[in-house]
């Protein structure tokens, strides 16, 4: 599941996109590079996530998984061309 675009389905930031950073039981860490960072996701259960059925680039999915440093900035970018496209 890392690596995924994820939007929130409750709480206060319903419908807000994410990238799953990581996950733990049955929470997963999301970020969107902005106001939830890699050093500080926002840890949510899975059923209040809706997966996109959509992941980021295969380079960047591969370093979240390694626990390898990936900056906020890739992830900002990341959901930006993911926006860019499905509006096109």
């Known amino acids: 599941m890392i690596g995924q675009f994820v939007t929130s389905k409750a709480g206060h930031d319903k419908g807000t996109l994410y990238v799953v950073a990581g996950q733990e039981g049955d929470f997963v860490y999301l970020c969107d590079g902005r106001l939830k960072t890699l050093e500080a996701p926002k840890k949510k259960r899975r059923?209040?996530?809706q997966p996109i059925g959509s992941t980021v680039e295969e380079a960047?999915?591969?370093?979240?998984?390694?626990?390898?440093?990936?900056?906020?900035?890739?992830?900002?970018?990341?959901?930006?061309?993911?926006?860019?496209?499905?509006?096109?």
Do not use: P
Request: net charge positive; hydrophobic share 30%; aromatic share 6%.
């Open 47 to 49: 059923k209040h996530i």
């Open 60 to 88: 960047l999915r591969q370093r979240l998984l390694d626990g390898e440093t990936v900056r906020n900035e890739e992830i900002k970018y990341a959901i930006a061309q993911y926006v860019r496209g499905k509006q096109s």
